[in-house]
């Protein structure tokens, strides 16, 4: 399995901005579908985006749709997480993912195999 470390995350008023990354090792992740998922207190681990590895498509929850992009530089073995416009439902737990089992669904936290131990994103309002 890979070795997934994210960083980036912290205290942010609504409205504005963090980028998380999340650095992988182990392996190049290059040709992986990698994904980021959150979990707030006292709910499920949800899912937030994914990126594919060819030819790059991504895919995200509507819950951020407009806000939060992914993307990776192959070449850093990392993948980021531009967050925007940020709101206080945003504060959880962020997570990285990778091992992407085949033919299962991008936004299930059960399609993964590999994740790190997550950083901590909290909006005040």
């Known amino acids: 399995q890979v070795q997934l470390v994210e960083s980036g995350g912290g205290l942010v008023q609504a409205g504005g901005s963090l980028r998380l990354s999340c650095a992988a090792s182990?392996?190049?992740?290059?040709?992986?579908?990698m994904g980021w998922f959150r979990q707030a207190p006292g709910k499920e681990r949800e899912f937030v985006e994914a990126?594919?590895?060819?030819?790059?498509?991504?895919y995200y929850a509507d819950s951020v749709k407009g806000r939060f992009t992914i993307s990776r530089d192959n070449a850093k073995n990392t993948v980021y997480l531009q967050m925007n416009s940020l709101k206080p439902q945003d504060t959880a737990v962020y997570y990285c993912?990778?091992?992407?089992?085949?033919?299962?669904?991008?936004?299930?936290?059960?399609?993964?195999?590999?994740w790190g131990q997550g950083t901590q994103v909290t909006v005040s309002s």
């Open positions: 182990g392996r190049t992740i290059s040709y992986h579908t």
């Open positions: 990126i594919r590895w060819s030819p790059g498509s991504t």
């Open positions: 993912a990778a091992d992407f089992r085949l033919g299962y669904e991008l936004d299930r936290e059960v399609s993964y195999n590999s």
